[in-house]
C-alpha cells in the first residue's frame, strides 16, 4: 500500500510537483507537499477572490504550489 503519492495532474500524465495525498495527513485527502495544508482550504479562499499573490504570502509557498492546489480543486469539482 502507497504511503504517499501525487495524483495525476491531466490526461498528458504530469504528475504534480506539489500536491501530495498522505493518508497520515489531513486524512488522505489532498495537500500541499511539505506542510500538511489541505488543497481545497486553498481553492476556497482564492474562490472567495484573494489573489494567488497573496495565498503564496500568507502561506509562505511558491506561487506555483499555490496555482497547483487551485488546478486539483477545481478539477476534482467539475
Same mark, same amino acid.
Given at each position: 500500500? #502507497?504511503? @504517499?503519492?501525487? #495524483?495525476? %495532474?491531466?490526461? !498528458? @500524465?504530469k /504528475?504534480?510537483?506539489? %500536491?501530495?495525498?498522505? #493518508? !497520515? &495527513? =489531513? ?7 511539505g506542510?500538511? %495544508? /489541505? /488543497?481545497e482550504? %486553498?481553492a476556497? +479562499?482564492?474562490? =472567495?477572490?484573494?489573489s494567488? $499573490?497573496r495565498?503564496?504570502?500568507d502561506? +509562505? &509557498?511558491?506561487? +506555483? $504550489?499555490?496555482?497547483e492546489a487551485?488546478?486539483? =480543486?477545481q478539477?476534482? /469539482?467539475?
Open positions: 500500500m #502507497p504511503v @504517499r503519492f501525487a #495524483p495525476i %495532474i491531466d490526461l !498528458n @500524465r /504528475a504534480r510537483a506539489y %500536491i501530495v495525498m498522505d #493518508p !497520515n &495527513l =489531513s486524512g488522505g485527502r489532498p495537500v500541499i507537499k506542510t500538511g %495544508i /489541505a /488543497a482550504i %486553498i476556497e +479562499r482564492r474562490k =472567495s477572490g484573494e494567488i $499573490a495565498l503564496a504570502k502561506y +509562505r &509557498l511558491s506561487r +506555483r $504550489a499555490i496555482q487551485v488546478e486539483y =480543486s478539477q476534482r /469539482a467539475a
